[in-house]
């Protein structure tokens, strides 16, 4: 059973980083592709960034564009999202989500595992 754990959340200053972290619980776990979706507040959960296995393919949603990195260490089974410039609006519960087999798009219904998330709380 492949368990997908999230951390590095946290209260940060508008204009302050956060680096998240997401790591398999499984050593042989090889998704073609980790993404990151967030959920506001009374709001529908929203596709973030994702990444291929090889990192060849990495593409970003445009509200955060510029500000957000998303990058792998497979050796270590980790994906990560480097947050800077952070707002109000990316206030939110952040998911990793995973998929075995062709590269995962911006639709939730594409990734298989999922995390618990981890809360991202940005203060003006």
């Known amino acids: 059973q492949v368990r997908l754990v999230e951390s590095g959340g946290g209260l940060v200053q508008a204009g302050g980083s956060l680096r998240l972290s997401c790591a398999a619980s499984a050593r042989n776990f090889s998704p073609s592709s980790t993404a990151w979706f967030r959920q506001a507040p009374g709001k529908g959960r929203e596709f973030v960034a994702a990444?291929?296995?090889?990192?060849?393919?990495?593409f970003y949603a445009d509200s955060v564009k510029g500000r957000f990195t998303i990058s792998r260490d497979n050796a270590k089974n980790t994906v990560y999202l480097q947050m800077n410039s952070l707002n109000s609006e990316d206030t939110a519960i952040y998911y990793c989500?995973?998929?075995?087999?062709?590269?995962?798009?911006?639709?939730?219904?594409?990734?298989?595992?999922w995390g618990q998330g981890t809360q991202v709380t940005v203060s003006s």
């Open positions: 989500a995973a998929r075995i087999g062709g590269l995962g798009g911006s639709g939730e219904d594409q990734y298989r595992f």
């Open positions: 990444i291929s296995w090889d990192g060849d393919n990495i």
